[in-house]
Structure formats: structure tokens, C-alpha cells
């Protein structure tokens, strides 16, 4: 077997882009990257999880940093897919790298973990009553996005910028424009947000930033053995 712990990206591994942030959390050697989208040319892509109309839509990235839009019910199918192809392997614990809404994704003997049903509840944890603002990659997620975080005390604000495709003027823009409707805390909420995204704007603002990726990776760390 490869390895126990595996993380599962919706787009194509390695991420390049995060694999610095999640080096600081995950050992390499302890850890096998995989991708649902993995040796896809972009015709294939386009085929199996082009998004239908009114499907809701994920964005990830490709090998060549190329960003992709999925179907979201066709990225769970495929992803069970893995999920099931891993564990038959003997994978013991799967993160998954996407903080995209699944409904269905289930693992028999292995521990699964969800961004989209870890982190909603930390930041709740965390701000309690203090204004979020968050920021995603398309401005279409935005009404999946606000069923996602509707356990918040108070509904978030929301901006967009995607981390594949926005430069740091756009960025910038985006979280201070949160910023003036009242966020006390900005969340960057996807997996590729990385560290310079929140340095950047941590500069930037006079509020925190948090990045779901480092949330879920820290505690992902905790159950490496």
C-alpha cells in the first residue's frame, strides 16, 4: 500500500500551488497525493464533469495551473470513486482538499474528512457573534456558499476573487470590500488560497484572515502517526 493517509484534490496532483502550506503540516513521506482529474487530458475533463445547466459549480486547477469549472454532482460521483479505490488499497485516513458542499461522500473503514462539514463549525467556534466575510473563487458559488455557512450567528458577507485566476489587485479589492460592509474576520474559503493569499491581505486589512486549507491541514496533522 502506498501510504495510510492520502489527501484527494478535485483537479490534478500534486497541487504545486499548496503543497508548500500542507508540507509545513503533512510529512511527505507520510503522505500519497491524489487527484480525481489525474492523467485527464482537457477534452476527457470537459466530457465527465463539465457542469450542468443549473448544476452548481466547483473550481479547481490543473497540473499546467490551468483553472477548471466542475460539475459538483458529477465531482462527488467521481469522487466516491477514489474514495472507494483507496480504501480498497488500505488508505486509513483521506483528506479531502476542496471546500465544496458534498451531500453523499461516504468512506466504509476510513476516517473521511470534509472541509465542508469541519470548517463551517470552527469558524463559528472561533468568531462567535463577530461579522464573517468570506471570499470564493466564482460568484456562482455564492448561493451554495450561503447554505454552507448558515449556521453562523450572523450570515456572512461574501466577495470573489479566484485564487487560480485573480491578480493581488483583485484580491486586495475583494477583501476590502468585505472589510467596509463590517467583516470582522475574512475567510479565504478554498483549498488554493494559500499562504502568500493571507499574507497579502493580512498586510492589507486591520481585521484577521483565516485560510481553510491551514485550519483543516493542522488538524489533519493530528492524526498522523
Known sequence: ???????LTIGQAPRSDIMPL????????????IGLLDGMTAQQIEQRYSPAEGEPQLVSRLLDGTQVILGSYRVEQGLQEKIDGLE?????????L????????????????EPDRIIPPLIRAIVGTHQVGIVVPVESQIAEQSIKWSKLPKAPCFAVASPYLADEEKLTKAALALEEQGAQVVVLDCIGYHRLHG???QSKLGIPVLLS???VAKLAAELIV
Do not use: K, R
Open 1 to 7: 500500500m502506498m501510504t495510510s493517509f492520502a489527501t
Open 98 to 113: 476542496c471546500t465544496g458542499v458534498f451531500h453523499g461522500l461516504q468512506a466504509q473503514n476510513a476516517m473521511l474528512l
Open 88 to 96: 480498497a488499497l488500505g488508505c486509513e485516513t483521506i483528506l479531502l
Open 213 to 215: 486549507n491551514v485550519l
Open 199 to 201: 499574507d497579502l491581505l
Open 22 to 33: 500542507l508540507s509545513e503540516y503533512l510529512p511527505e513521506e507520510s503522505v500519497t497525493h
